[in-house]
């Protein structure tokens, strides 16, 4: 868990104003005994998560795909290869959603920009935590790899029972 407070806040605002913007028909799943605060996110998402990305082909077509993603800071970063049609997509059309759902137990659905990282100390930080993860850095994956940081614009989080979720997974209520 690397958040600090003010990026706790920042997420738990988000999801606030998100939920608060979201349909009837949203709302009436995700109600209030079944969203998760920021810091319940940030202490359930630890370590490797599987994420499915969504992107938009140059035509407007929809194409989804499964991504390892690491939850820091308060949002999402994944990667991929620079010769793949998701980094082709994201080059052009950098609007995004990811959803990483686990079962019925978590799901954490969000929209925004990927922004392709670039070298410096928020690269390095996040190099050094899945290279921690995997044990070798993502940059000797292959000769073109793309890291990304998801910048949320939307994101709600799910629990359908909130409260046994925590309790199993030892997170404060």
Excluded: N
């Amino acid at each position: 868990m690397l958040e600090t407070r003010a990026e706790t806040a920042a997420l738990q605002s988000l999801l606030d104003a998100s939920i608060a913007r979201s349909t009837g028909h949203l709302r009436a799943i995700i109600t209030d005994d079944r969203t998760l605060t920021a810091e319940q996110l940030v202490a359930l998402l630890t370590g490797m998560k599987v994420l499915s990305v969504a992107t938009v082909t140059a035509a407007g077509e929809p194409r989804i795909s499964a991504l390892d993603g690491h939850f820091l800071h308060g949002t999402w970063t994944f990667s991929t290869s620079g010769t793949s049609a998701k980094a082709k997509h994201l080059a052009a059309r950098p609007a995004v959603s990811v959803a990483h759902v686990d079962g019925e137990d978590l799901a954490l659905f969000t929209h925004g920009y990927a922004e392709l990282m670039q070298p410096g100390p928020e690269r390095d930080e996040v190099e050094a935590h899945w290279t921690a993860h995997y044990g070798s850095s993502p940059w000797t994956w292959g000769d073109d790899i793309r890291m990304y940081c998801l910048r949320m614009t939307w994101a709600v989080a799910y629990a359908f029972k909130r409260d046994e979720l925590l309790q199993a997974r030892g997170v404060p209520a």
